[in-house]
């Protein structure tokens, strides 16, 4: 919130109108993204609170396969980064004050599978890893490097004259297609064809889930925690 | 009494170097703000600022410097409240060493541990904006020396104030955010003076953002390596107020709410 009203406005007084005509809106839908993202993050801080813990162990021993468990983390560390991420977005919404309905559900079902897939990335690295130290660095590394290399921040067309190797990276992050369909559904930047960024979340979660599910399959057992 | 302060700071020290990779993550991070949004902004900033300070990235590097300076010498407060949730404070108040010693000891280490992990930091400032004269680089240093206890003290004045975990992250996210967005380090102080001149910014926000310690540092490396804004005393006087009362106010809550039950 401080974010938006410090930050947000403050930095949109300094921004030139004709690179992005109203920085303000255009943050403050960016904001909601970047947050998704780090809530989502945070499911493979918890898993190794649970191999610390030992309750591991227990998970491992309900009734329920190895697929099922993956699945059921990703869906709930997705589901509740969501309703942290809730009330910024409702602010975000009433201060952006624009809203194309169907487009705003497509960008919300976007910013679930996207969510899901962030929390199933965070679980594939975290069982890969089985370092928390790190897992630590590794993820504020990534943060540092994925939201900022994305249109979270600044539009492409910036990102790209700035330097082609930060735009190439920008046009496949999925941070980018996240930002871009919610600024689309809120109204705040037109979108030529949503299509693109649709098809890149859905990849993104397509690939975290299930690539996770196998990694995790393999790794989760045999200890090695530390 | 000199003997046991140094002996906190080596323990401090120990501590501090034992996360030496999530440092250079830490450090990487800071790097990435540069390196990529500064450089990014550079191209959207609007010519206003880019004429005071040549380039958004020349603006932001001093301030990133103050801000890795900020996050590093706030982490003893984290340490400090880990110690005192798993009761390693009892060891440290059983310790041979009068509370003074102690206390003065935790914020030092605090403060040059800051100094550590802001040197790379500003290096690349220097590097990239150009090196101060002999004089100047030691009044650089000196008012980050200062700056860094006094962030120090206020981090532990937190830590000790607070019971759980949970409460410390809030307390620190309430305080990082308002002094960070509250400053010179991202945008001129131009920028939030007129913003308030236009009744758009809080009058309270705006005196917050003149008298922050983190706007006098940023914008005193600034007027000697950019030449902007010009140079003043006040900023010292700033970071100094800043730092007398944080430094004895954490030493006096340090003393008096660690015996707490």
């Not at chain 1, 890969?128 to 067309?157: C, E, H, N, Q």
């Not at chain 2, 006087?237 to 030493?251: E, H, I, K, Q, R």
Request: proline share 4%.
């Amino acid at each position: 919130m401080s974010q938006i009203a410090l930050f947000g406005l403050i930095a949109s007084r300094m921004i030139n109108v004709n690179s992005v005509p109203n920085y303000f809106r255009y943050y403050v839908a960016g904001l909601s993204v970047m947050t998704l993202y780090s809530a989502a993050i945070f499911i493979g801080f918890d898993i190794y609170e649970e191999a610390e813990h030992g309750v591991f162990e227990y998970l491992l021993s309900l009734p329920v396969s190895r697929r099922q468990l993956v699945l059921g983390r990703s869906i709930g560390g997705g589901l509740r980064s969501f309703i942290y991420v809730g009330p910024l977005i409702g602010v975000s919404l009433y201060v952006i004050g624009s809203l194309n309905p169907i487009a705003f559900l497509i960008s919300l079902f976007a910013l679930f599978l996207f969510a899901f897939g962030v929390s199933g990335m965070s679980i594939t690295i975290a069982v890969m890893i089985k370092s928390s130290d790190r897992f630590d660095i590794l993820m504020g590394v990534l943060d540092a490097l994925i939201v900022r290399l994305s249109t979270a921040m600044y539009p492409l067309a910036i990102v790209q004259a700035s330097s082609p190797i930060y735009g190439g990276i920008a046009s496949f992050n999925p941070v980018t297609f996240a930002a871009d369909l919610f600024r689309w559904g809120t109204d705040v930047t037109p979108l030529q064809n949503p299509l693109l960024p649709l098809l890149g979340i859905i990849a993104f979660f397509a690939f975290f889930t299930f690539v996770g599910v196998v990694i995790y399959d393999r790794r989760i057992e045999g200890g090695g925690w530390q | 009494m000199i003997k046991n302060v140094v002996h906190i700071l080596e323990h401090d020290f120990r501590n501090f170097l034992r996360y030496k990779w999530w440092l250079v993550g830490l450090i990487s991070m800071n790097l990435a703000d540069l390196f990529i949004m500064a450089v990014v902004y550079n191209v959207m900033v609007s010519s206003a600022v880019t004429q005071s300070y040549r380039s958004y990235f020349d603006f932001f590097a001093p301030g990133l410097a103050v801000t890795g300076l900020f996050a590093s010498a706030f982490m003893i407060g984290r340490e400090i409240n880990m110690e005192r949730r798993r009761e390693v404070h009892h060891y440290m108040l059983s310790l041979p060493m009068t509370r003074m010693e102690l206390a003065i000891g935790r914020v030092l280490s605090g403060g040059l541990r800051g100094m550590v992990y802001m040197s790379p930091l500003l290096l690349t400032c220097f590097i990239f904006l150009g090196f101060p004269t002999i004089p100047q680089l030691f009044l650089i240093l000196g008012v980050l020396l200062l700056l860094a206890f006094g962030i120090s003290g206020l981090s532990i004045a937190i830590a000790v104030s607070t019971s759980s975990l949970e409460k410390f992250i809030t307390a620190r996210g309430l305080v990082y955010y308002t002094l960070f967005f509250c400053s010179s380090v991202f945008y001129p102080l131009s920028l939030i003076q007129q913003l308030g001149q236009d009744g758009k910014f809080p009058a309270v926000l705006v005196t917050l953002a003149e008298i922050n310690p983190l706007s006098s540092a940023s914008d005193m490396i600034r007027s000697f390596l950019l030449g902007y804004p010009a140079f003043s005393y006040t900023s010292i006087l700033n970071v100094l107020a800043f730092s007398a009362v944080f430094t004895l106010g954490a030493a006096f809550a340090y003393i008096k709410l660690i015996e707490r039950k």
